[in-house]
């Protein structure tokens, strides 16, 4: 059982940056970022792999978000540049052992943190 917590969300004019962080409470494979707005389905951030550092990221945040994770530390970050009002929602950090494109959806990680609330004011 691995435990995560996120922490770094807040409220931000569009334009601005954040950086969320996730700390898990062990060793983990993939880890990645999903996000939540209200009415709408759980969708996929970002990914990344334990070893080798290799990254996956939505269409729709390429550019401007960016993942990292320090092993040693065992902790996630989420880098969100650029943000616009879309971006509003609760991110979620994950964690488990998908592999390539079953990374991409929710259902294949086995962990999940409490989520943050993240706010982009136009």
């Known amino acids: 059982q691995v435990q995560l917590v996120e922490s770094g969300g807040g409220l931000v004019q569009a334009g601005g940056s954040l950086r969320l962080s996730c700390v898990a409470s062990?060793?983990?494979?993939?880890m990645g970022w999903f996000r939540q707005a209200p009415g709408k389905e759980r969708q996929f951030v970002g990914s990344?792999?334990?070893?080798?550092?290799?990254?996956y990221y939505a269409d729709s945040v390429k550019g401007r978000f960016a993942i990292s994770r320090d092993n040693a530390k065992n902790t996630l970050y989420l880098q969100m540049n650029s943000l616009k009002p879309d971006d509003t929602a609760v991110y979620y950090c994950?964690?488990?052992?998908?592999?390539?494109?079953?990374?991409?959806?929710?259902?294949?990680?086995?962990?999940w943190g409490q989520g943050t609330q993240v706010t982009v004011s136009s």
């Open positions: 062990g060793r983990t494979f993939i």
């Open positions: 994950a964690a488990g052992s998908c592999l390539g494109l079953g990374c991409y959806t929710a259902g294949n990680y086995d962990f």
């Open positions: 990344i792999r334990g070893l080798g550092g290799t990254t």
